[in-house]
């Protein structure tokens, strides 16, 4: 089997469990949008329906059904007779999302250097080690896992779910761009700014701790600007 051919297996796509009726759209969904997310499909890469009902074991109208509300979600574009792609990354989505996410979570911070408790501190420095480890044996997937979990630990440990769910929200076309600018060199500088966050928290400065924050999230946006310039097909600009 070529290359081209064992690409359309999908082989990165798990056959479907059967589960009650009617939820095997959802089932679909997630599964998609797990695989744009990942990058399985790269921004701009048209998805093979037939390969897809293969992989997943099921029928054509799931599929079509869940490619629907990816793109109502933006993560699908949908070309009449042409048929389905992972979206390219809208630059000017990413930075609202990445507004939204720096005004909120430099508030969080803040209040996490005033009132996060101690055990949430010690969870945030268990997640720091693990980075550390993550870093250290070039685990690229565990050091996204443990920085995503760096960033919940504060909201959750605040008690926020309605920060949370507008974080959440805005998450899914970021998450496509950390993974794009993921690298050795990244996770460390990663890891060095999430210690100066964590810093600042633990010693209760408010205001050192929003710093840092915005310092991390704006420096996510420089780098996103040197790649989107170095690799134009994967976004659109306007």
């Known amino acids: 089997m070529g290359a081209f051919d064992k690409r359309k297996s999908y082989e990165f796509l798990i056959p479907l469990e059967r589960g009650p009726r009617g939820n095997t759209t959802e089932q679909v969904e997630r599964a998609l ?8 499909f790269e921004p701009g890469e048209f998805i093979d329906k037939g390969a897809v009902c293969l992989a997943l074991g099921v029928s054509r109208f799931p ?7 990816l793109a109502a979600e933006g993560l699908v574009e949908i070309l009449p007779q042409r048929g389905s792609r992972a979206a390219r990354i809208r630059l ?3 930075r609202e ?3 939204i996410r720096q005004a909120l979570e430099c508030m969080v911070a803040e209040k996490a250097a005033e009132l996060l408790s101690a055990a949430d501190m010690d969870a945030l ?3 720091l080690r693990a980075q550390q480890e993550a870093v250290e044996r070039g685990d690229r997937p565990g050091f996204y896992a443990l920085d995503l979990a760096f960033h919940t630990i504060l909201v959750e440990g605040l008690n926020l779910p309605r920060v949370a769910a507008v974080i959440d929200a805005s998450r899914a076309n970021i998450d496509r761009v950390r993974r794009l600018l993921s690298s050795p060199r990244r996770h460390t500088v990663t890891l060095a700014e ?5 810093h600042a928290i633990e010693t209760r400065d408010p205001q050192a701790a929003h710093r840092a924050m915005a310092a991390h999230l704006e420096e996510v946006m420089e780098e996103l600007g040197r790649f989107s310039a170095e690799h134009a097909d994967v ?3 306007t």
Do not use: C, K, T, W
């Open 33 to 40: 949008r797990s695989a744009i997310v990942d990058l399985d």
């Open 63 to 69: 599929v079509s059904e869940a490619l629907a509300r």
């Open 92 to 94: 000017p989505e990413i």
């Open 97 to 99: 999302s990445m507004l």
């Open 125 to 127: 420095r268990e997640n």
């Open 194 to 198: 999430h210690r100066e966050i964590f």
């Open 235 to 237: 976004f659109v600009h």
